[in-house]
């Protein structure tokens, strides 16, 4: 099963690769099948998933009892904070199986993350350059002598 890369459900923030739900300032760890089923279930909001079909996209070529969907379910609602009774992410549907009702979208990475990797990259760029050029002033010059060369601000005289 091919997990999202980012998405938003309710409010949560789901980071299937990670296996992580973030809702600041909190932060948790799924284990792999029930990311999976997040994930299975966010792929079609509001559609009604019943036990077999759930059995087998996240089961396939195991013999898993229905029990085990339920429990998935069980720990996936524990960890939104959801209620079977009142719920708020995850409806059951009563001998039909599963849905999210909650709101599933894209998530929108925020433009901040992106700056900050776009200064880091030109800050190393910038310190390279620096490095490079005081290594080609400080080399030898053609008749194998050093040059010390005193840049202005420097207080240093030639």
Do not use: N
Request: hydrophobic content about 45%.
């Amino acid at each position: 099963m091919e997990r999202p890369r980012h998405l938003s459900v309710g409010d949560w923030s789901v980071f299937p690769a990670e296996g992580l739900l973030v809702r600041e300032p909190e932060r948790k760890h799924l284990r792999p099948k029930a990311m999976d089923l997040l994930c299975l279930l966010a792929a079609s909001p509001g559609r009604t998933m019943g036990k077999g079909t759930i059995l087998d996209a996240l089961w396939p070529d195991t013999a898993v009892e229905e029990g085990g969907v339920s429990r998935c379910v069980s720990e996936l609602r524990a960890a939104l904070e959801d209620d079977a009774r009142r719920p708020r992410y995850i409806q059951t549907v009563p001998r039909r199986g599963y849905r999210i009702i909650a709101r599933v979208a894209p998530l929108r990475l925020r433009a901040g993350r992106r700056h900050r990797a776009r200064w880091l990259a030109a800050a190393v760029a910038a310190a390279i350059l620096v490095t490079l050029s005081f290594i080609a002033l400080c080399l030898p010059d053609e008749s194998g002598e050093e040059r010390l060369v005193a840049l202005p601000g420097s207080g240093l005289t030639p």
